[in-house]
């Protein structure tokens, strides 16, 4: 290494700024920069110099050549278009002395970045040669990411500290385009380890256009892992890095078109007809449902088209039993992938979602496994082979241990329970009847902040307690209801009950019979603000499941963007709109039975029912399942509501909570949806009570919320007293499932 003599941190004001700006003004503003020289001196000079230890001996003067590189950058008249041309200019001041050899530049730029503290920018200059290239470094670039295997880890999101290093840029390199393209996928990113965040963002800088053709150098450090250090990662990437290592030969794919048939040898590259393919999801880390969401979102995004999903169930960990519950689903999808592409996404979906590898059968951030491809029986290679970099190595489709996986086979029988295992030659449905013991709990899928919530069989019934932001419902309108503050008050002393309600219900329009429905502008100020301010206060108000109870598409869609868990719509997506804002919301969603609108439910035309009242909610509620299913709302997302009070008549009320067992039992076209059950206060508890006041009929509501308890199949009760309903819930629910005695 030669000689050398170092300048570092000269700063200078430079007038006429520096581009591009951090806030992308065509004109930068004045900003500091600090310059560092690395002067390399010819092997003689500093010999030479020592006999005469004088100034006038040096070869280079650090003082002389300081003043010069500022008067040669700072002056009011200066501009620089690009950091480049900043790095060449002052190379120029120590280049004209006989003594130096080379000098290396480097500016820093405190003020480029909006989340970084700094972009530096360094360059080799050697005399009578070009200059050497030009690299880049963004400096403790900031973002807060869900990072961590532990449960307490993917619940909030962390800060991370970035740099990221590019050893080659071209002179006019758009720094702060990189910076913010780094930040939000690392933002909307949740690996479980620094390693696999590390490595996928190398992936994805690397196919960036500004980035593609040169190598990179990233550091990410981790400063809440640990109370007394801070653990990092420093890896260097480039676009060959993730170059595919080659495809596998055709001879290995061995997929016979039908069971029994004679094998046929098709490439596993080969792009063939779409199939019909059904894939299992999975997760036990942190956000579950959101995990699942993500994956799926990425695998229609890569061209698979989503046809169905199943119901989302809780079972407990199979093989390795101490680690958490997991959320286990299916779906049904549309390719036209081989197998092993197929395969080949699945692994790479979900190292992109999040997951690393931990140990056999452990736990895992997201798990999608190819269950079905077709009618075919697929085997490419054998177990333990070598994995490649997306992690495939072999595969063997259907799985050989699924005919012992509730887990697998309960969500494909939501979907396909006639379809028939090709190897094995049964229907789904006869394999899930063979297993001895049935864990699986089915689930609500309310996304976070909410948690999931867990249902039972028979079922236990969950409490939602209603709240009108309303001066005008039929049991507990009033002016002071519309009023965020006021209303908010309402809303903690409901959750602050001894027995708090699973779910809260917020309506801003009275859909009684005969109401007149207010403006969608004046619905909105009621709902909207009510739901932020509860998301926005503490725990554990912060997290509980909001329902928001409208039939408008533009109220749904701003509700879940305050944070709404669920759309509670009075009549499921008839309006404009409201099937795609449900299926854009993938929240869940209440579809209610009902007829007509407020002026016309009363009326006897919208009452009648000739083939019987549960065969006319069935058929209906059936029809409305099938036209969100259409729509894209997922299977898991939907909740039925068999709307008592809309469009039924006193005698039609009673036979439908009467035979409410009747409405879901199995080969119904409602059986496997959660059913919600809202008869509160309603005409049909006063006529058979002869309570005339709506708030008063306390005991008739107590007697219904009874008797949906005690049919077992009534997942949420949807309630004005939640205290009373729970009270009434547990009585009802003890007296059902007491044992027998000898």
Request: proline share 7%.
């Amino acid at each position: 290494m030669p000689d050398q003599i170092h300048i570092a941190d000269l700063s200078i004001h430079l007038a006429n700024g520096l581009g591009p700006s951090a806030f992308g003004l065509t004109t930068p503003p004045p900003c500091p920069v600090d310059v560092t020289l690395e002067i390399e001196l010819l092997d003689a000079v500093v010999p030479g110099s020592v006999g005469s230890d004088t100034m006038a001996g040096l070869g280079v003067n650090y003082s002389s050549v300081s003043k010069a590189v500022y008067a040669a950058l700072s002056g009011p008249s200066r501009t620089f278009a690009r950091p480049a041309h900043l790095l060449q200019e002052a190379a120029k001041v120590p280049l004209e002395l006989e003594a130096v050899a080379a000098v290396t530049v480097k500016t820093g730029l405190p003020r480029a970045l909006l989340h970084a503290s700094r972009v530096e920018y360094a360059q080799r200059f050697a005399k009578k040669e070009k200059g050497g290239r030009l690299e880049c470094t963004i400096k403790n670039l900031a973002v807060a990411t869900i990072i961590g295997l532990h449960p307490h880890e993917r619940q909030e999101a962390q800060r991370l500290e970035v740099d990221i290093g590019v050893q080659a840029v071209e002179d006019a390199f758009p720094h702060k385009d990189v910076a913010d393209a780094a930040r939000q996928w690392l933002q909307e990113s949740s690996y479980g380890t620094i390693e696999s965040l590390a490595d996928n963002f190398g992936r994805h800088l690397t196919s960036l256009p500004a980035l593609s053709r040169s190598a990179v150098d990233i550091a990410i450090r981790k400063p809440s892992a640990l109370p007394f250090a801070t653990p990092s990662i420093r890896i260097t990437r480039s676009a060959a890095s993730y170059a595919p290592s080659g495809s596998r030969s055709a001879s290995s794919a061995v997929i016979p078109p039908l069971r029994g048939e004679t094998a046929a040898l098709i490439p596993s590259s080969e792009a063939g007809p779409s199939q019909r393919v059904f894939i299992a999801v999975g997760s036990n880390v942190g956000d579950r449902v959101g995990h699942i969401k993500a994956a799926v979102a990425r695998l229609q995004a890569e061209g698979c088209t989503l046809r169905d999903t199943s119901r989302l169930y809780e079972s407990e960990p199979m093989y390795v039993e101490d680690q958490a519950r997991f959320v286990n689903g299916a779906i049904e999808v549309e390719t036209s992938l081989s197998p092993f592409e197929l395969l080949r996404l699945l692994k790479r979906t979900e190292r992109e979602v999040g997951r690393t590898k931990t140990f056999a059968h452990g736990p895992r951030v997201i798990d999608l496994d190819l269950v079905f491809y077709g009618d075919r029986v697929v085997r490419v290679g054998q177990k333990g082979d070598d994995e490649d970099e997306d992690g495939v190595g072999w595969l063997e489709c259907p799985h050989a241990s699924l005919a012992e996986r509730e887990f697998v086979l309960r969500p494909l029988a939501d979907m396909a329970p006639d379809f028939t295992h090709p190897a094995l030659g049964a229907p789904v449905s006869d394999l899930l009847a063979r297993l001895p013991d049935r864990s699986l709990a089915p689930i609500i899928p309310f996304p976070s902040p909410a948690l999931p919530l867990r249902l039972s069989t028979p079922s236990t019934s969950h409490i939602m307690a209603i709240f009108n932001a309303t001066p005008d419902s039929f049991s507990d309108g009033a002016a002071s209801r519309t009023l965020t503050s006021s209303a908010l008050a309402s809303v903690q002393t409901i959750m602050s009950a001894r027995d708090p309600p699973a779910i809260l219900d917020i309506g801003g329009m009275s859909t009684r019979p005969n109401s007149v429905p207010c403006a969608e502008d004046e619905e909105l100020a009621r709902v909207v603000p009510l739901v932020s301010a509860v998301r926005a206060s503490a725990a554990p108000l912060a997290g509980v499941p909001i329902s928001v109870d409208t039939y408008r598409a533009a109220v749904a869609a701003a509700a879940v963007e305050a944070g709404a868990s669920c759309i509670n719509d009075v009549r499921a997506g008839r309006e404009d709109g409201m099937l795609d804002v449900m299926a854009r919301a993938d929240c869940p969603v209440v579809l209610m039975h009902s007829r007509g609108d407020s002026t016309t439910m009363t009326t006897a035309e919208a009452q009648a029912y000739p083939d019987g009242v549960v065969a006319g909610v069935q058929a209906e509620l059936a029809a409305s399942v099938r036209k969100a299913l259409d729509a894209g709302v997922k299977r898991w997302n939907i909740v039925l509501d068999p709307g008592l009070g809309f469009a039924k008549s006193y005698d039609d009320n009673l036979r439908l909570v009467r035979d409410l067992k009747r409405l879901v039992a199995p080969g119904s076209p409602l059986e496997n949806f959660p059913l919600l059950v809202g008869g509160s206060r309603k005409g049909f508890v006063g006529a058979a009570t002869g309570v005339k006041v709506p708030a008063d009929r306390g005991y008739g509501d107590a007697a219904l919320d009874a008797w949906c308890v005690a049919s077992g199949v009534v997942d949420i009760l949807r309630v004005h007293d939640a205290q009373g309903a729970a009270e009434a819930n547990k009585m009802a629910t003890a007296i059902r499932d007491v044992q027998d005695g000898r």
